[in-house]
Antibody
């Protein structure tokens, strides 16, 4: 079964760093683009960026460029989203999602992780 | 950035009725790069339609997509109680964006 399993909920303080993960199984991880999508409480979906694990080509939404870093580790089939200094406004659910087709760009997201809730509060 | 505007904000219909959801783009979008997702409360989104009119694997045939250019439509031909959800359109042709969502309520 193709699936993406994300790391658990996090509660952090402003200024702290964080790295959340998205572990894939059931397909060739390095050959499918994986994206990250933010959903703030009660709000809609926002594309943050994506990465092609095969060569670590990462692309970012202008809204998130410089605010987060997307990376991948092919040895353990896992993609990451990280912050160096969290803000209260980063409080949201974060989803990873896979492109539908092998090595294809751009594409729709056909497999989604279950989401990681990040809460940033002093 | 391409802005996607969905209407209506909320649709309240009875089981068996037809739902028509609209997604309008601020500039032309290739139909190859337009998708629809369903998000039920407390769940991750699920791909319904890609390339404007192609149903994703396993999606019931009561869901259909159409449109081109700046105007796209998601139709649910006969609403079922389990179709209660928020539906998002998504353009992925250039710097991907999502619409703000249409909430479908089943009376």
């Amino acid at each position: 079964e193709v699936q993406l399993v994300q790391s658990g909920a996090e509660v952090k303080k402003p200024g702290e760093s964080l790295k959340i993960s998205c572990k894939s199984s059931g397909y060739s991880f390095r050959n499918y683009w994986i994206g990250w999508v933010r959903q703030m409480p009660g709000k809609g979906l926002e594309w943050m960026g994506f990465i092609y694990p095969g060569d670590s080509d990462a692309r970012y939404s202008p809204s998130f460029q410089g605010q987060v870093t997307i990376s991948a580790d092919n040895s353990i089939n896992t993609a990451y989203l990280q912050w160096s200094s969290l803000k209260a406004s980063d409080t949201a659910m974060y989803y990873c999602a896979r492109h539908r087709r092998y090595a294809y760009f751009p594409d729709a997201f056909d497999i989604w992780g279950q989401g990681t809730m990040v809460t940033v509060s002093s | 950035e391409i802005v996607l505007t969905q209407s209506p904000g909320t649709l309240s219909l009875s089981p068996g009725e037809r739902a028509t959801l609209s997604c309008r783009a601020s500039q032309s979008v290739s139909s190859t790069y337009l998708a629809w997702y369903q998000q039920k409360s407390g769940q991750a989104p699920r791909l319904l339609i890609y390339a404007a009119s192609s149903r994703a694997t396993g999606m019931p045939d009561r869901f259909s997509g159409s449109g081109s250019g700046t105007d796209f439509i998601l139709t649910i031909s006969r609403l079922e109680p389990e179709d209660s959800a928020v539906y998002y359109c998504h353009q992925y042709g250039s710097s991907p964006t999502f619409g703000q969502g249409t909430k479908v309520e089943i009376k």
